[in-house]
C-alpha cells in the first residue's frame, strides 16, 4: 500500500469519491515511475522537485500545482467559477472534478518539470 493509499484510506464520502477523481486522472498524465509520497501532509507526485499536491479541504478538494499551473489555468478557472489562489484551485463537492481541465493543468507541469531536469 503506498502512502497516498494510506491517505486516501482515512478519507470517506464525497471527499473520497472526489479525491479519487483527481487521483485517476493525475495518474493518467504523470510519467510512469514518477515518485508518490506525503509533502505537507497532501498526497504528492514528484518529478524533478514537486509535481503536484491533492487533498480536502472543508468543502472541497484541492489541488496544488503551484503558482504556474493556476497561473497557466486562470482564464479556465474563472471561467468554470472555481476558487483559486497563488498555487491552488478548489474544486466543490457537489460537482464533478473538471477531467480536461485537471488534465491539462497536470500536463502543463509535467513539462515544466521535464525542462527543469534538463536544466539540471
Known sequence: MSVIDE???GVSG???VRLDELRAIIEAHVPQGVEQ???YGMPTYKLNGNLVHFATG???VGLYPGPSG???ATE???????KHSKGAVQFPL??????DLVADIVAF??????QKGRRG
Open 109 to 114: 507541469r509535467v513539462a515544466e518539470q521535464e
Open 76 to 82: 479556465r478557472l474563472d471561467a468554470l467559477g472555481l
Open 7 to 9: 491517505y486516501l484510506a
Open 70 to 72: 493556476v497561473t497557466f
Open 94 to 99: 457537489d460537482h464533478p472534478v473538471p477531467a
Open 37 to 39: 509520497g506525503l509533502s
Open 58 to 60: 472543508k468543502n472541497h
Open 14 to 16: 464525497a471527499h473520497r
